[in-house]
């Protein structure tokens, strides 16, 4: 891992003949949340459920301050990518990494990492803001971030409602104000388009744009593929629990081909196509 | 630790649904003891024995504190909470650890409430047939110092019951049928073994040994013991199935 190295640099305390040495041993440091590089290093992921491969050696890295879309059809093994990235399911190989550590690793992992799963939910009876209080609480993050971003998504009107009474819209924002509220370095986005008006897709965008340009890492899985071609700037593929494509949109529509067309002919293809496997291997070295 | 259980504690007071479920066990005292008083009529005396069969009554709550302990895990499989419980926590046998603790102290603040109930509503039919209560009957404390303890240990059992079945219908059909229906019928075949099964050591602790059951209990401390061993091994079992099994 280069990144961390190059944080490092900056904790030099020795200095001998001209040259300088890092003396400390840095090895066994957390890594504060503010000092990460916030890449994700997935390296050879594999998942079976008994003889089903969801995912099947998986290896991709995204970068700092792009916005990665991940995308494939129902099926690929996405959420399943996502959820071992985020330690929920243990994978039956290889290994999913956040600054080149387990998601268990993570000191402080709310203010890492903030993640909307499709699969989070909310006690219909608790207010929104009252859910903001207990992830606060939890992550150790303190309690003035509620309002914050109660406001950063539009909800601060609504905070005090119970969560039953929202629309699915607001219960996405809920997710994403509790996904930024440690102001994590790396942001993880399952389908969180889902349910947004017009405007909340555009509010999405420009917010996920701003993050980007800050150096923050964003992934998000998303299927609206139109949505995907405006906001992203890498593409993360899979088919059937195996890597299509990972490399910049731009490359993948170079040709004059629109995302949607290249979508469709990289995930109906067998992974075992040798044009598959030209396009692959290139974009992602 | 203590961030956990103060978390445990912040997302009970935010609901209501747990309250109203522990707010039962007083208006079961409440019923319970009247019931007793009024059915024993004028024939027999309201004597000591008839103040602890009263404040049994508070054992027979943990029904309550069981499922109360089921939602702990099983309620937030049911409204997919977890996630965001083992995103800020991936220690997850902290996250059971904390719940376990919580549970099992408000499970005993439950007993300890319902036991105040209970002896405030027996001491006023007792005042009300003109009978005087008998307040330094070590029998009747005992009663209720075993029922607030079976109230704590079935709270911690139902935190793993909740864990290891994980579907909140499912744990609390379970806990209910095995209550209700199997620990009588499967007791009925295992002849004195049925001593040993949870419900009845609850029963040996906190219930008396009279009238409540026709089966043979085991001694007030085996009853405790007994049931300190499910209260571990549900609490062991909780936490390591909790760390191993994939959540999605």
Redesign the interface.
Known sequence: MSAPDAGRREQVIGTWEGKTFDVRDHSTDPVPADAMSGGITIDGLTKRYGTVTAVDDLTFDVEPGVVTGFLGPNGAGK??TL?ML?????PTAGRALIDGRR??E?TE??RA?G?V?E?????????GR??L???A????IPGSRVEEVLDRVGLADSGHRRVGGYSLGMRQRLGLA?ALLGEPKVLVLDEPANGLDPAGMADLRDLLRDLADEGHTVLMSSHVLSEVAQTVDRVVILAGGTLRYAGPLTELTAKGETLEAAFLRLTSAPDTDPATGATTAPAHR | MHTLIRTEALKLRTVRSPWLLLAASPLLMIAGVSGLVVSTGTDKALDTAAQSGALAHVGVTSILTLVFGILAVAGEYRHKTITDTYLSTPARGRVIGAKLVVHGVLGAVSGVLSSLVGLGVAAAWWADKGVSFEWSDSSMWTTIGGGISWNAAFAAIGVGVGALVRSLVGAVAVALAWVALVEGIVGQLIGDLARWLPFNAGRALGAGTEAMTTADLLPRWGGGAVLAVYTVVFAVLAVTTSVRRDVS
């Open positions: 959420t399943t959820r985020l330690g929920l399911v243990t998601y268990a993570l992992p709310r990492v993640a799963l699969a989070t939910g909310f006690h219909p009876g608790r207010s009252d859910h209080r207990i992830l609480l939890a992550g150790g509790a």
